[in-house]
């Protein structure tokens, strides 16, 4: 039996080297072209997206990531056509989500972010209402089938508002599916959502995106989005900042990571170049010698370490350059002194 794991699921959506270039005149999932918003309020002006341009072909699995704020949300509420962009153009599988919107909407199912329901109707009743919206008519065994995949069967005739946050956010899921959407988006759809939903949901997805639907998804999880996506793309205060291969972008920045715990501050030379996680340190190192740097560092200063390793950098660490980049210069371990106090 075919149960894919999320490192199946990986190796399910990795696509040849030439990928997506080698398909010339396919007509592109998602195409965003010069997309810019600014929301203009009492308190003035906010640059939510500036100059967002990419496609994303038919049957990938995308991940766009970014810090809270970069315009993740505002980017799929423009393609939802739930707002409008001040400027450029958005298509789904080439229809403009403005002046084609019918068609643009069909073609997505959409988890939105927030938890949005109405709570007087049954999870079956709700999923019958939006397959109504959608012009759908005797939807119950597929219905079934959501309900069954995303492990709702036992709470089919429950009321919305009877169930749990994760139960909700299953059904936010379910809801988007109604209609067989060839394009689904997921903003953030595992936020708040326990390990065993992950996996189902994330099962559930690969197959669909094995099937040939195309994924966008955004989440905070970047172990999720190391396993599951292609391609991504980070977005910061609206800009594109990183579009690439997952597997490029993991390759071409922080190599490696010395990983070590200690209950001590880091001495001040080290602190720059270092990512703290509560007892655990990681310093991006380039080679042996950087290696040997960092520890003479912490030995002249005194700091005991445990469970020291030398890791793969994953995409946690090249999301933090990546965002950090712009932000203070790169420093070089090989500089500096053991010696020194600040
Ligand atoms: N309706 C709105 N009116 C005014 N400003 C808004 C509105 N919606 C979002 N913003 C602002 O636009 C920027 C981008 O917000 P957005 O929700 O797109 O970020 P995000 O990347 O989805 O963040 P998160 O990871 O927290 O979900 C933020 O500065 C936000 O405050
Ligand atoms: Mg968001």
Redesign the pocket.
């Known amino acids: 039996m075919l149960t894919p794991t999320i490192t199946d699921a990986a190796e399910l959506t990795t696509m040849p080297a030439s990928w997506p270039s080698d398909a010339p005149g396919e007509t592109p999932a998602i195409s965003f072209r010069g997309v810019g918003k600014t929301?203009r309020?009492s308190r003035g002006e906010?640059r939510?997206l500036d100059n967002v341009s990419f496609d994303i072909a038919q049957g990938e699995f995308f991940g766009l990531l970014?810090?809270?704020?970069?315009?993740?949300?505002?980017l799929i509420s423009v393609l939802a056509g739930l707002a409008r962009a001040t400027e450029g153009r958005v298509s789904v599988l080439g229809h403009d989500v403005v002046n084609d919107y019918a068609s643009a909407r069909r073609s997505l199912g959409i988890v939105p972010?927030e938890l949005v329901f109405d709570p007087f109707f049954s999870v079956r009743e709700t999923l019958r209402i939006q397959s109504g919206y959608f012009g759908v008519k005797n939807n119950d065994a597929w219905i079934d089938e959501l309900l069954h995949s995303l492990g709702l069967s036992d709470k089919a005739g429950a009321n919305m508002r009877q169930l749990s946050g994760g139960m909700k956010r299953r059904v936010l899921v379910a809801q988007a599916l109604v209609h067989r959407p060839p394009v689904i988006v997921l903003d953030?759809p595992t936020a708040g959502v326990d390990v065993e939903l992950r996996q189902t949901l994330w099962q559930f997805i690969a197959k669909l995106n094995r099937e040939g639907h195309t994924v966008l998804l955004t989440t905070?999880y970047l172990e999720e989005a190391e396993a599951l996506c292609g391609r991504l793309a980070m977005?910061k205060q609206g800009r594109v900042v990183a579009l690439d291969r997952t597997s490029a972008l993991l390759a071409g920045r922080a190599s490696t990571m010395l990983r070590f715990k200690t209950d001590q501050a880091l001495p001040p030379q080290l602190l720059p170049l270092a990512r703290v996680t509560g007892r655990v340190a990681q310093v991006k190192v380039q080679n042996a010698g950087e290696v040997e740097a960092a520890l003479a560092v912490l030995r002249a200063a005194g700091v005991k370490v445990e469970d020291l390793e030398i890791g793969r950098a994953d995409l946690e660490d090249v999301f933090l350059e990546i965002m950090q980049q712009a932000d203070r210069p790169p420093s070089s371990l090989l500089s500096l002194d053991p010696e020194a106090t600040a």
Do not use: R, S, V
């Open positions: 929301y309020g906010l939510a970014g810090p809270n704020g970069a315009g993740k949300t505002t972010q953030e905070h977005l």
